[in-house]
């Protein structure tokens, strides 16, 4: 079922222009993707709202564009060159190779929906009277399930904390974990891998030397926090932003966009004074749980995760969780990073890294709360949640339900036939429009094919000019969603298409 709809979505992101396999003209290069014409708008427009409700919309936040080479000393420091590896598991049988944690995951996901399923069975049957608390702790399965939950978690974190990584496969086995494509349970040992990709800088092979694709866009801002905070005289707390390509050598790379080898990532480093990151990270928390649901998606796609496995440099972490197709997983993450990239750097680089705070009279290595939001799966998430098949009366009609400010298209403007002089007050229509927002000419085919057009690629307005227009300069605007449409004034639809697909709109919801 579930993959049945991430199915469907590919389909539709190859059929509409969305998303394309990379290098599909020579069968593709795998967990790499290319956006389409209205992928690329989606994803744009996805952007600029991170970027306004982070730069705009906060006066100490900035943005900067850091360059995906750096030195290579920099993934010495931040502790990738020794650490940033996924412990990987293969079965022998099918020859296909796993990340052994994503697998213990994901089985504890599986006794978590047996307990879920219970609980709505039985809100079914008692209705009103339902006390969950009660049935969680008496009701035989939930109780069983529960405890398989809490006696892997134990074993799952002390593995995980003592990188113990035939305790690991150990885990696999005890818990009966088969691989999905042979069904066995042949084994190998775990085994780390460094995801990072090496290339090589210079012009020749002796005097090259190895290099880095960033595999997050994090150190960046990191290693600018200097020149940031002293070319802008900024004082702590403030922020850095950051929209960039990363890249990991992902091993197990499935599920479209979700888990990809080169993507983009939208982060916020949010330097502190020591001793406030948590009341930080509360906040931080709360303020990117807001810009999720203000898309309108359902707050119950949402959920917060703690980390089971604190990183080395951090004192908490969370995860925003959203429920894709294949459900719950990460969208986000937010972390608190202590002081350790900083003082690293500082370390590693011989340059002192210190802020004086006037306040206190004293100067520190600031610490830092991170929001790091994927830009590929909050794609994914939204296009996931806005694609319907819908039914109506006679036919079946495909509608993406994308939030208005973030449609590739906001407003197709259709003469109803090509004569008549109605295509040139169209364009006269869409002159006006067009300088505000993303619009389109559509003038091939039947109205309602030209409406199921836009439905598809989820254009919130399409506008008919008719021969009625002609005496009485109006319009009829037809609602995506609700398909109802409406007799207006030309001189009215800027008022109206502004009011519900502008992008201050979506930000209003912020303030
Ligand atoms: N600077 C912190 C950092 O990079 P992360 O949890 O490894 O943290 C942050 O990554 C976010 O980047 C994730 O929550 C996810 O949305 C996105 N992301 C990570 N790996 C990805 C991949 N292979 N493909 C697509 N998105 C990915």
Known sequence: MADDILKKIIAHSKEYGFIFQSSELYDGLSAVYDYGQYGTELKNNIKAYWWNAMVRLHENIVGIDSAIFM???????????????????DNKDSKKRYRADVLIEEYREKLNQKIEKELSKARRKFGESFDEEQFRTTNPNVLRNQTKIDELNVRFVKALEDNN??????IIIDSKIVCPISGTSNWSEVRQFNLMFETKLGATAEGASSIFLRPETAQGIFVNYLNVQKSGRMKIPFGIAQIGKAFRNEIVARQFVFRMREFEQMEMQFFVRPGTEMEWFEKWKANRETWHKALGLGDDAYRFHDHDKLAHYANAACDIEFNFPMGFKELEGIHSRTDFDLSQHQEFSGRKIQYFDPEINKSYVPYVVETSVGLDRTFLAILSKSYEEEQLEKETRIVLRIPPALAPIKVAVMPLVKKDGLPEIARNILKKLTLHHNCQFDEKDSIGKRYRRQDAIGTPFCITVDHQTKEDNMVTIRDRDSMKQERVSIDSLFSIVDEKVSMNTLLSKLM
């Open 165 to 170: 990584l035939s305790e690991l496969k150990q």
């Open 71 to 89: 030195h290579p000393t920099i993934w010495k420091a931040s502790g990738h060159v020794d650490a940033f590896n996924d412990p990987l598991i």
